[in-house]
């Protein structure tokens, strides 16, 4: 029975995006095709943070406390985590979705932005999903900071990936991509510290739904 509440409540992010989504018209094979991307990255960032663990831990050990937190909070989670998670949503609308997303040969109108910026809000919610149920079954404690926090962080850099899929430059993306680290990165930082300290990682979520938001703004080309 725990179990099976430890799943519903990590994946109702997700189930509520869904919900959403479907109103908004995204079809069902590009909600499927962007669940199971999110899913098979895990294998990928955790083959990736365990070889950054067996070579580089006997040396971190030896560096002060604040840089081995560091180190772990942007490096071998924020960027092996976005670098994989991008990398996988980039390749699935390169080739599940590029007909209909063609995001990098026109300019897309609002509508299929829209749906986009969902299919990335999903892509994020789910990869949340099956990492809160990691962390909590390791930490008991954990699972409703991470299910009102890292979800929507998550979730929010989804939408970074569609920002770099449409980018008009390399540099223009390798920018997003950077600012999507670094604002995993702080999050991790500060989160892990607890306490006070979960007023700055608010600040971040609060940044990167910000960025987010803009790609649901009628506005916006």
Do not use: W
């Amino acid at each position: 029975m725990g179990i099976i509440l430890l799943l519903i409540t990590a994946f109702l992010p997700a189930s509520a995006a869904v919900c959403i989504a479907i109103k908004k018209h995204v079809p069902v094979y590009a909600l499927a095709a962007v669940f199971c991307a999110a899913a098979v990255s895990l294998l990928p960032v955790l083959a990736l943070q365990h070889s950054v663990h067996t070579l580089l831990d006997a040396g971190l050990a030896q560096q002060p406390e604040v840089v081995q937190l560091l180190f772990n909070s942007v490096i071998t989670a924020a960027l092996i985590e976005e670098g994989v998670k991008a990398a996988l949503f980039g390749l699935t609308i390169a080739i599940v979705l590029q007909k209909r997303y063609a995001l990098t040969q026109r300019i897309p109108t609002q509508r299929m932005l829209t749906q986009c910026a969902m299919l990335g809000v999903f892509f994020g919610l789910v990869f949340s999903g099956f990492e809160n149920i990691s962390y909590s079954l390791r930490y008991s404690n954990v699972q409703f900071i991470r299910l009102v926090t890292a979800a929507v962080l998550h979730g929010s850099l989804g939408c970074f990936y569609v920002s770099m899929v449409r980018a008009a430059t390399k540099r223009k993306a390798a920018l997003i991509f950077f600012v999507a680290v670094i604002l995993h990165g702080l999050y991790n930082f500060f989160i892990s510290q607890g306490g006070g300290f979960i007023l700055p990682a608010l600040a971040v979520i609060g940044l990167a739904c910000g960025y987010a938001a803009r790609l649901f703004t009628p506005s916006r080309p």
